[in-house]
């Protein structure tokens, strides 16, 4: 079991440029998460996927869109790259959102800076 | 809003001392808070998880205390290893709120050196 996987692992854009993380699960969870950690910052939400098919914005969704393309995958997207969210953004599962109790796995984080 | 504060903020000490992590939380009220180890580059995993009812749970050496009244949650570490070094986060979750509703800290860093 890989767990949660990620791609990439790093990436530089220039501001304005777009691009997608992509994120996958193989532990058959429903819910599916993209959060982005700062220094000196706790980890922040930015969408969540309860179950396929649904999708909701977290603590900070501005400028950025998901999918949740499948039970399996759940990916983040920048239309349009600002410094502002160069960050390391993290990927998790859980086999049921709607309880608090549910762990979160985490993949391995991508590290993203734009200049 | 809910705030979880952790300190110190970081954090040396030689390998097979003892250290305790603390972390203050304002949520209420309250559900579970959890404790996550989070290593250079890597995810964080999950070390223990404590109810409201619980007081005391332990994962090998690690032993995470909790006092709901004053708000207060510890991690010590016993006998700690070089591979101990990562980044400690607490995570707090609120009494009826999703996974979707947790409030992380900003973590300790602990170093172990020989």
């Known amino acids: 079991n890989a767990g949660v996987t990620q791609t990439p692992k790093f990436q530089v854009l220039k501001t304005g440029q777009s691009m997608t993380l992509q994120c996958a699960q193989d532990m058959n969870h429903n819910s599916m998460y993209w959060y982005r950690q700062d220094p000196g910052m706790g980890l922040r939400l930015i969408y969540y996927s309860a179950s396929e098919g649904t999708t909701d914005k977290g603590e900070v969704p501005n400028g950025y869109n998901v999918s949740r393309l499948n039970k399996r995958e759940f990916s983040l997207r920048l239309e349009s790259a600002a410094p502002s969210q160069t960050s390391v953004y993290f990927c998790?599962?859980?086999?049921?959102?709607?309880?608090?109790?549910?762990?979160?796995?985490f993949g391995p984080g991508t590290r993203l800076t734009v200049l | 809003k809910n705030q979880v504060e952790q300190s110190p903020q970081s954090l040396i000490i030689l390998e097979g001392k003892n250290c305790t992590l603390q972390?203050?939380?304002?949520?209420?009220?309250?559900?579970?808070l959890r404790w996550y180890k989070q290593d250079t580059g890597r995810g964080p995993v999950s070390l223990t998880i404590m109810t409201f009812s619980e007081n005391t749970k332990s994962n090998g050496r690690y032993t995470a205390t909790l006092d709901a009244d004053t708000k207060q949650s510890s991690l010590h570490i016993t006998a700690s290893q070089l591979s101990d070094s990562a980044s400690y986060i607490c995570?707090?979750?609120?009494?009826?709120?999703?996974?979707?509703?947790?409030?992380f800290g900003t973590g300790t860093r602990l170093q172990v050196t020989l």
């Open positions: 998790a599962s859980s086999e049921r959102g709607g309880s608090p109790y549910n762990e979160q796995f």
């Open positions: 995570v707090v979750s609120p009494l009826g709120g999703t996974a979707s509703k947790l409030t």
């Open positions: 972390c203050n939380y304002t949520v209420s009220p309250f559900s579970n």
